[in-house]
């Protein structure tokens, strides 16, 4: 699949999170990883971590649907390599201390998990372990208008 270049908070249950619950189906994942982070590496480390992680996630994404993309900074800068997640009707995802050597098969291992999870969460349960580790945050669907009181 081509790149295009654009420039313990568990659980993850709906209750918890408010999540709607969607009917069926997978949904089409994107993965969008930090082309300019270098994990703490030198400056002038060629080829930049975050771009190889990004080019290993497209290879790793060929032939599932999942879609990847480049993308300059998700400021997230002191926490590792990163990469986001997001899908319709679901939450959105980062991450970071993502591994440069396992986390592009990491990434779509939870990307397919994410596009099968009926309420557009991330499950908890199955998730690969540096997804758990390495989640800085998630926010909600623009459909989300709060938690159940
Ligand atoms: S350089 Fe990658 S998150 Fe800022």
């Known amino acids: 699949m081509a790149l295009t270049d654009l420039t313990s908070p568990k659980p993850d249950s709906p209750a918890d999170a408010g999540g709607a619950a969607l009917a069926g189906a997978e949904s089409a994942v994107t993965i969008f990883v930090c082309v300019t982070c270098r994990g703490g590496r030198p400056l002038d480390l060629v080829p930049v971590p975050g771009a190889a992680l990004?080019?290993?996630?497209?290879?790793?994404?060929?032939?599932?649907?999942?879609?990847?993309?480049?993308?300059?900074?998700?400021a997230?800068?002191?926490?590792?390599?990163?990469?986001?997640?997001?899908?319709?009707?679901g939450w959105t995802y980062?991450?970071?201390?993502?591994?440069?050597?396992?986390?592009a098969d990491t990434l779509i291992a939870g990307a397919k998990l994410f596009a099968q999870a009926p309420d557009g969460l991330m499950p908890w349960r199955g998730r690969p372990e540096a997804l758990k580790r390495g989640l800085i945050a998630r926010t909600p669907p623009f459909d989300f208008f709060g938690a159940p009181e």
């Open 76 to 89: 997230n800068c002191n926490r590792g390599l990163s990469a986001a997640m997001r899908r319709d009707g």
């Open 54 to 74: 990004a080019e290993a996630t497209a290879r790793a994404a060929d032939g599932t649907g999942i879609t990847v993309r480049r993308v300059r900074c998700l």
């Open 94 to 103: 980062v991450f970071g201390y993502l591994d440069p050597i396992t986390a």
